[in-house]
């Protein structure tokens, strides 16, 4: 029997289920069984300009709808995902893993939520009026053109919406590429679109691995490329883009700071770490994985969170009680295995976990390192599993010297009881999105997105809008025109 997860067909193109089998099959794995629950294939050429072709032309029309119009498609899209927010949020669970408990309030909830935000601003994205005497200025805000999402595997359904509501706000047409790890949950996103008006080809999805993300980014017609992915690829796609002087967004890896003071709130700092940390397994993006401690409350801190950490509920994603899930793929277990045995051999301090969970599926144990040192393979590299390094510190210029001493420069966090030392704290980290006596919250509202090698441009907020439009300025002369002959 074919399994509920199992698509329609790979891809989602002007409006309909499109599918090519000649295009190499993908395995779905759900991550908590390691049982093939569907298959879709990569597109093949035919597919992808296919993809191409139907978004440049859907896009003309789609930029002439008013702004009002444009928005009241979104907002219905919106509240499609709201209203389907359980059956949307099992596949989620399905595509990555993720337990249910997490993926009912953060994934189509949050879909929902860049539709809606970005449905209510697509009205009022306006130019201006600039005097000149008698002669004057106007700006248009346009549209791009023809935009490319490419998403990572960790947030298959928000990354499509956070990518395609601003895009589709600002009259830009997307061709969205998911992970080849998770490929389901746009499908949903494009098919919910279509249900709520959105014109055939102005948000289209095809499957693929590198290869498809490359001859997406680099076709001439493409005039954007939006990429939330590991720094490696990144730099690859940021080159190609440069190639034909395309627009970029990259949201990329990080190895954030999360500093605590020993003034500050031990179960919050505790709460904070552990939410930047384990949520998603560690991983998201923005996790504050270099956790430094204050020497004065290491000790406590490392009780507290051990006990903690202990009451995480490993267990079937899909049982609601379940609070910690399994890693994406049995790769992605292995990588962050490497990188256990890497932390023990060069000598970090086990506090819990430690190991692969003795149950079915690509589960870790919820690991603490404590005595982490700053050259230390764990606390350089990201790992994207759930692992956090706890290192000392004395002193707030120190820890601030050290925070900073990385190529990633996406999140940091300060937990202190004194909001002048927080302030001037997060005034000197090297970090885009940072948070104040909390970790890894992402309204839509609030511009998320990196600086350093993690990344260029933001999403979310008024800011996305300016990287998914650009600004035409129109001189308006009243007289004569004066020339030299
Ligand atoms: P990845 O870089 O391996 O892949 C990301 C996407 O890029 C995939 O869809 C992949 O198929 C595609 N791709 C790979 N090579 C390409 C190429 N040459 N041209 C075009 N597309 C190509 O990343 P991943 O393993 O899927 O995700 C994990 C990484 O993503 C981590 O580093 C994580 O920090 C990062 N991430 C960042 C954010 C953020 O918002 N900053 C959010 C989530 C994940």
């Not at 885009?432 to 509202?445: R, T």
Request: charged share 20%; proline share 4%; with cysteine.
């Amino acid at each position: 029997m074919t399994h509920p997860a199992q698509p329609k067909a790979s891809h989602f193109i002007n409006g309909e289920y499109v599918e090519d089998t000649a295009g190499t099959p993908i395995p779905v794995i759900y991550a908590a069984t390691g049982e093939q629950i569907a298959t879709v294939h990569a597109a093949t050429p035919a597919i992808v300009e296919q993809a191409l072709s139907t978004a440049k032309e859907a896009q003309k029309a789609w930029a002439k709808m008013t702004g009002t119009e444009r928005g009241r498609i979104l907002r219905r899209a919106a509240d499609i995902m709201r209203e389907r927010n359980h059956d949307l949020s099992v596949l989620e669970t399905y595509d990555t893993g993720k337990p249910l408990q997490e993926t009912l309030v953060a994934d189509a909830t949050s879909g929902a939520d860049a539709l809606e935000y970005f449905g209510g601003l697509a009205a009022s994205l306006t130019g201006e009026h600039i005097p000149l005497g008698e002669d004057w200025v106007y700006t248009k805000r346009e549209a791009l053109g023809l935009c490319v999402g490419i998403g990572a595997w960790n947030y298959p359904t928000q990354i499509a919406c956070w990518k395609g509501a601003p895009a589709l706000a600002c009259g830009n047409a997307m061709v969205f590429k998911p992970s080849e790890t998770t490929p389901l949950c746009a499908l949903k996103v494009a098919e919910i679109l279509i249900e709520a008006g959105a014109p055939a080809g102005v948000f289209n999805v095809v499957q693929g691995m590198g290869e498809v993300g490359g001859a997406l980014v680099t076709d001439p017609r493409v005039d954007k490329v939006s990429l939330t992915g590991s720094v490696p690829t990144g730099k690859k796609v940021y080159a190609a883009a440069a190639e034909g002087m395309k627009h970029v967004t990259m949201e990329l890896g990080g190895k954030s700071p999360l500093i605590i003071f020993d003034d500050a709130d031990i179960d919050n700092a505790v709460g904070g770490a552990i939410n930047g940390n384990f949520y998603s397994s560690g991983q998201v993006c923005s996790n504050g994985t270099r956790v430094f401690v204050q020497k004065g409350i290491k000790e406590k801190f490392l009780a507290r969170l051990a006990e903690r950490t202990g009451n995480a509920i490993l267990g079937d994603p899909m049982d609601e009680a379940t609070s910690f899930g399994p890693m994406v793929t049995e790769n992605q277990m292995n990588i962050v295995l490497g990188y256990i045995e890497k932390g023990k051999e060069e000598g970090a301090r086990l506090i819990c976990g430690g190991k692969r969970a003795d149950m079915d599926g690509y589960f870790i144990e919820p690991t603490v390192f404590a005595d982490v040192t700053d050259d230390m393979t764990i606390a350089r590299e990201e790992i994207f599993g759930p692992v956090m390094s706890v290192l000392d510190f004395d002193t707030e210029e120190e820890v601030v010297a050290r925070a900073n001493d990385t190529e990633f420069g996406l999140s940091a966090g300060v937990f202190t009881k004194d909001f002048t030392r927080a302030h001037r704290v997060i005034g000197n980290l090297e970090a885009g999105s940072c948070f104040i006596n909390s970790y890894n919250d992402a309204p839509v509202e609030a511009p998320f997105g990196g600086v350093k090698a993690s990344g260029v441009g933001r999403e979310n907020s008024k800011e996305a809008i300016k990287h998914f439009s650009q600004v035409k300025s129109v001189y308006v002369r009243m007289g004569d025109v004066e020339a030299a002959f």
